[in-house]
């Protein structure tokens, strides 16, 4: 691991030290795709997708259920529209694992074909288990992977959402096939320290890891544009902590900003997760967000920085539905 990029364990896979979430690409419900957001649009993701590439930001995560598939068929459609840009790109999608799904084999790999077919792909550079709610454990999980591998349908393997114990579980059922596990995704930011408390930061370390860290801006919160009397939208529900301590963090994010050459609150918010070892995979409705994000990369904060934020960090809390999903 490292802050210049990170191999995925096992693969000769690269991504860089930040990527891009596309759950918004498609999504209504949430995002307002097609509806109430005029800044997202086929044309503004476009944009986004253009500038991320260009910056230096070609790991694109995106999964089978953002936007019913609507997420991956946009995806596939910028894939084919600029070969090269294409090339650069290293891309993930995800299975939903829900615990219906008994024959895990085979509803995997029928899930993945799907993707790979939105996508326009042969194969896909990561492939993961989105959430840890399966009834069929670790073992039918792997091997639905290991199957998924040796088909060539996927050049790496990670989860999303797992905790310290379960990632070790999964790693070690991925070995007993020959497979190494290359990532954990999980809701990681200054409003969820939890991973790092846990001691799942450095689980991932050991067993070479990737840490993937969705919502790292709280969704939209850590950007300055929201505060106490302007809060974010009720549908963006992860790091939902009242505003008045999301201000405070803020503020200590100006305040090293101004001291790192005029960075914005959330290029500080970022470059701190990636000062942690993990690489932040925030989202981009378009140019101007994408090179916002942008500008977290090609420097790193200061111990001192890092321990200022620290110091301000939330933990983070989640309700009953929540802890049935994110264990992580």
């Not at 995002?31 to 476009?46: K, S």
């Not at 999980?141 to 114990?165: D, F, I, K, T």
Request: charged residues 20%; contains cysteine.
């Amino acid at each position: 691991m490292g802050t210049d990029g990170f191999r995925l364990a096992g693969t000769e896979v690269t991504i860089p030290a930040m990527g891009v979430g596309t759950w918004a690409w498609g999504d209504a419900k949430t995002w307002g795709y097609g509806t109430y957001d005029a800044a997202l649009t086929g044309d503004t993701i476009r944009d986004a997708w253009d500038a991320s590439i260009d910056a230096g930001a070609t790991f694109f995560d995106t999964a089978e259920v953002y936007g019913d598939g609507e997420s991956e068929r946009i995806v596939g459609r910028l894939l084919a529209e600029d070969p090269g840009r294409a090339a650069k790109v290293q891309l993930a999608t995800k299975f939903m694992p829900v615990p219906w799904k008994l024959n895990v084999r085979s509803a995997l790999l029928s899930s993945l074909r799907a993707s790979l077919d939105r996508l326009g792909l042969e194969r896909v550079d990561l492939y993961q288990i989105h959430g840890p709610v399966s009834l069929r454990g670790h073992g039918a999980l792997a091997e639905a992977l290991a199957a998924a591998h040796q088909e060539g349908l996927v050049r790496a393997v990670g989860v999303s959402n797992y905790s310290v114990s379960e990632t070790r579980k999964m790693a070690a059922e991925l070995r007993k096939r020959g497979l190494r596990l290359a990532s954990n995704q999980i809701e990681f930011s200054l409003l969820r320290t939890s991973p790092e408390t846990s001691g799942l930061l450095a689980t991932c370390r050991e067993l070479d890891v990737v840490p993937l860290a969705y919502s790292p801006i709280g969704q939209g919160r850590l950007t300055g544009k929201y505060t106490a009397d302007n809060p974010p939208p009720s549908t963006r529900n992860f790091s939902d902590h009242p505003m008045e301590k999301v201000d405070a963090v803020v503020a200590e994010l100006r305040r090293i900003g101004e001291a790192n050459g005029g960075r914005t609150p959330s290029q500080v918010a970022l470059n701190w997760i990636m000062a942690k070892g993990a690489v932040p995979i925030p989202g981009a409705k378009n140019r101007e967000q994408a090179e916002q994000n942008a500008g977290a990369l090609g420097w790193l904060m200061g111990d001192d920085d890092v321990v200022a934020l620290d110091a301000v960090a939330l933990a983070g809390g989640l309700s009953i539905s929540d802890r049935l999903w994110q264990h992580g």
